[in-house]
Each structure stands twice: as C-alpha cells, then as structure tokens.
C-alpha cells in the first residue's frame, strides 16, 4: 500500500547530469524526511543526503557535496536529487527511502524503502 517508487537513472558520461524522482503512492510525504542512499558493487549502503519534512534541513555526504541538490514537491508527492558533475565512483543503485517524523528533522532510521534505480557513469 505504502510504496516510494525512484525513477531517472540510466547511464551518462562523467561529467554529465541526471535528476532522480522518488514518488510516494499510498501515503503524503509530507510528514516523513527523505533520504536518498546508494549502494556501489562491493560496498555497503551509503547514505547520500537527506531532507527534513518541511525541507528546511537538508544534509549531504562529504562525496557529494557541492555536486547533488535534494528537493521535494509536495504537491506532487515527490522528492528529487539533482546529480551534476558525476564520476564514476557515484555509480551505484540509488534508493529512496521515507521515516516518519514527530519534528522537522533530518534522517535517523528509515521505514520505507524503494526498489532502488541504477546510476551507471562510464565513459
């Protein structure tokens, strides 16, 4: 019932930019801060960044700072992370994941998760 689909990954040339969707279906995100994560082959999870529900927190890691931007829409129930500049080393499957939250914070232990969608940089 509660599902975050991510959409918009594919395959670019480093340098070049991609824009993720996470999309919410059975719920409103407006009261879960989101957090975009990512898994390279050999490597565990990683967390990417995060927006607190009202998007007025975000945080990002050190690896992609300066380089990502996260955002989300409320009225279309979505949560973006803009990609520029990307090298090979941000390939990975990146998922989106939601947890609800009692006060406007950042990302602590997630609820939800998608099935992730592959970002694959390689010239």
């Known amino acids: 019932q509660l599902q975050l689909v991510e959409s918009g990954g594919g395959l670019v040339q480093p340098g070049g930019s991609l824009r993720l969707s996470c999309a919410a279906s059975?719920?409103?995100?407006?009261?879960?801060?989101i957090g975009w994560f990512r898994q390279a082959p050999g490597k565990e999870r990683e967390a990417v960044s995060c927006?607190?529900?009202?998007?007025?927190?975000?945080n990002y890691a050190d690896s992609v700072k300066g380089r990502f931007t996260i955002s989300r829409d409320a009225a279309k129930n979505t949560v973006y992370l803009q990609m520029n500049s990307l090298k090979p080393e941000d390939t990975a499957v990146y998922y989106c994941?939601?947890?609800?939250?009692?006060?406007?914070?950042?990302?602590?232990?997630?609820?939800?998760w998608g099935k992730g969608t592959l970002v694959t940089v390689s010239s």
């Open positions: 994941a939601a947890e609800q939250t009692s006060w406007d914070r950042l990302c602590w232990g997630m609820d939800y």
């Open positions: 059975g719920f409103t995100l407006d009261y879960y801060a």
């Open positions: 927006i607190s529900s009202s998007g007025g927190k975000t």
